[in-house]
């Protein structure tokens, strides 16, 4: 636990640092979000952010998302990357279980955000909710928690890369924020 806040407090303490040598944008906030994640993939190594963001629940085919750790560090130059450490997550729960459930946290998630990622999202969604795709097949269900009130247009924008099966499996859970 205290490793986890440490890296957390790391990357605060980056996103400062950053704002402090660069004003706050008022307007054109996307790119110097994506160049402040830069910022923090210069410092912290990916290879400790994603497991602080993408993880297993223990002992189960449980693939967890956290929105709030990924925002801060995404941006199109680890986009492979981050996809490629998910579908070895939900290989492995695959190989394990024989299938996989995805739940997705996106607290603080926009419609801003979702255009800042779509490159990644639609890499995403191609790569395991297509037809074509072996990990579409074991989906047993997506759920989505802490989404945000604009979930049905930012869902508009992702459906064209997701097939009806897998589309089928995704549940909004609780209340949207």
Do not use: W
């Amino acid at each position: 636990m205290q490793e986890e806040n440490s890296i957390h407090d790391k990357i605060q303490q980056l996103q400062e640092q950053y704002y402090n040598k660069n004003k706050k944008n008022s307007f054109f906030k996307s790119s110097q979000k994506l160049d402040c994640a830069k910022h923090i993939t210069e410092q912290i190594p990916l290879n400790d952010l994603l497991p602080k963001t993408f993880f297993l629940k223990e002992n189960t085919n449980i693939v967890i998302t956290d929105y709030l750790v990924f925002k801060t560090y995404a941006n199109p130059n680890n986009y492979q990357q981050i996809v490629d450490y998910v579908v070895s997550l939900l290989n492995h729960c695959i190989q394990k279980h024989g299938c996989y459930q995805l739940h997705v946290y996106l607290e603080s998630f926009t419609i801003t955000a979702a255009q800042r990622h779509s490159p990644l999202i639609k890499m995403f969604c191609q790569t395991c909710f297509t037809k074509e795709s072996e990990l579409s097949r074991y989906l047993e269900k997506m759920y989505i928690y802490k989404y945000p009130s604009v979930i049905h247009t930012i869902k508009k924008l992702f459906t064209p890369f997701i097939d009806k099966d897998s589309l089928g499996k995704v549940e909004l859970v609780g209340e949207k924020v």
